[in-house]
């Protein structure tokens, strides 16, 4: 059923500052402001637990079809998902589906 075997945790975050793109392969984190995904595309290594930080005014996802879902994410939260499998994973806020990112898991 799960093409990434994920564990996804909604968690209570407080609000994250947008990072560096020389710094978000460290970060595990991709910040959601200004109806973006900061920074767009985000390189972890197989394992790492990626958190959605929402800093925008309105709720957001962060979506991949038959792989994974946050679900609304309201503002001021946050939602992890965990990535078990290398490859790239395309994913968009179903609620703004403009709004498109990519995991890259090495």
């Given at each position: 059923?799960?093409a990434?075997?994920?564990?996804?945790?909604?968690?209570?975050?407080?609000?994250?500052?947008?990072?560096?793109?020389?710094?978000?392969?460290?970060?595990?984190?991709?910040?959601?402001?200004?109806?973006?995904?900061?920074?767009?595309?985000?390189?972890?290594?197989?394992?790492?637990?990626?958190?959605?930080?929402?800093?925008?005014?309105?709720?957001?996802?962060?979506?991949r079809?038959?792989?994974?879902?946050?679900?609304?994410?309201?503002?001021?939260?946050?939602?992890?998902?965990?990535?078990?499998?290398?490859?790239?994973?395309?994913?968009?806020?179903?609620?703004?589906?403009?709004?498109?990112?990519?995991?890259?898991?090495?």
């Amino acid at each position: 059923m799960v093409a990434v075997a994920l564990a996804l945790t909604v968690l209570p975050g407080g609000l994250a500052a947008a990072e560096s793109p020389a710094l978000a392969s460290r970060a595990k984190s991709v910040g959601i402001d200004g109806f973006a995904f900061r920074p767009g595309t985000l390189t972890v290594p197989r394992g790492a637990r990626v958190s959605f930080v929402n800093s925008d005014r309105v709720a957001h996802t962060a979506t991949r079809a038959g792989s994974f879902d946050t679900g609304r994410i309201r503002p001021g939260r946050s939602a992890s998902v965990r990535f078990n499998r290398r490859g790239t994973f395309a994913y968009h806020c179903t609620i703004h589906p403009f709004m498109k990112g990519k995991i890259v898991v090495q």
